[in-house]
């Protein structure tokens, strides 16, 4: 079996504002699970990026292990990459990110990686709020070691094999918000007109913009016993709103009725126009956006769209005054200024 793409594309396919065909932005062939939400998630990461006109080696994809860590291997094969250990992609991350902040971060997740084994790191990466896409790919089981219930499994849900769920499931949404993150977002692996615009939203973001994606296992975890099930999501989804993101070379022509619409401007002067539900609270509120994830619990439904918003965000590099040239591109002469200005330092600390 061939893991390579075939090569060959139709001489007229679509080009994006630099160029590039929808094949600059692809990797080598999946080779996960025929009917895999991960792949559903891939495509609409290809697509944004292709549609967004970002440069494929401007961008930096991570990963930690599991079915999802696998994932950067089929989007950006002409991208820069790095596939840590278990649980330690938000440490690579920080360290690539202090080297070159030019740079697009996008770190993909499990909720296994995230929610288990890499919970202490996950929590530092978002309150330090640095500036990256944090994609978590949730199935709520360890697919890659056999379906095992992870920490985002809901209680009481029951997997193909397994028995019913007896600990609290952990939300990572509701967990970001609270530990600081400015832009939070969920989305399901089967909605794609949903997932595309708020991963758009998400890369122009500035500051850690935080999309958890509930991609149902085909394998271990598609029961309709299942709170994680293609049939159950399905059924139980509640948008907070519909939404359209308009990037910041689109003329903007809209007109906004403000008893239906909210447009929510972005740091680059990309623009989110949220068609808000009259009975739903405005997302840049943060005590709002907790309690309509609180409410939609007890109502059995899972909550999607973008949670909350803020967006005069200030990232990492702002919050700690860091250099306005990345440190990758800085002379020895301006790292290692000589002892004077050492003992300067060292005696303004006294």
Known sequence: MSYVRPTFRHPDSQKNKLGYSRKAYEGAISTLCAGCGHDSIVSSIITAFFEMSIEPHKVVKLSGIGCSSKTPAYFLGRSHGFNSVHGRMPSVATGANMANKDLVYLGVSGDGDTASIGMGQFAHVVRRN?????????????????????????????????????????????????????????????DKKQLLPMLKAAISHKGMAFVDVISPCVTFNNAPTSTKSYSWVRDHMEAT????????????????????????????????????????????????????????????????????????????????????????????????????VLQAFNESLR
């Open 130 to 190: 640095l500036n990256m896409i944090y994609v978590v790919m949730n199935n709520g089981c360890y697919g890659l070691t056999k379906g095992q219930d992870s920490a985002t499994a809901d209680k009481g849900s029951k997997s193909r094999k397994g028995a019913p769920v007896s600990f609290e499931s952990i939300d990572l949404c509701e967990l970001a918000i609270l530990m600081g993150a400015d832009f939070v977002g969920r989305g399901f692996s089967g």
């Open 241 to 340: 709103s519909t939404f359209d993101f308009i990037p910041m070379q689109q003329e903007i022509l809209t007109e906004y009725d403000h008893g239906s619409s909210i447009p929510v401007p972005l740091h680059d002067g990309s623009i989110i126009t949220l068609h808000k539900r009259e009975d739903k609270e405005v997302i840049t509120n943060k005590k709002d956006a907790i309690a309509s994830l609180e409410e939609a619990k007890v109502k059995d439904h899972i909550l999607t769209g973008i949670l909350y918003l803020k967006p005069d965000s200030e990232d990492f590099h702002d919050i700690n005054q860091t250099t306005d040239t990345p440190l990758s591109q800085l002379t020895e002469k301006e790292l290692c200024p000589g002892n004077e």
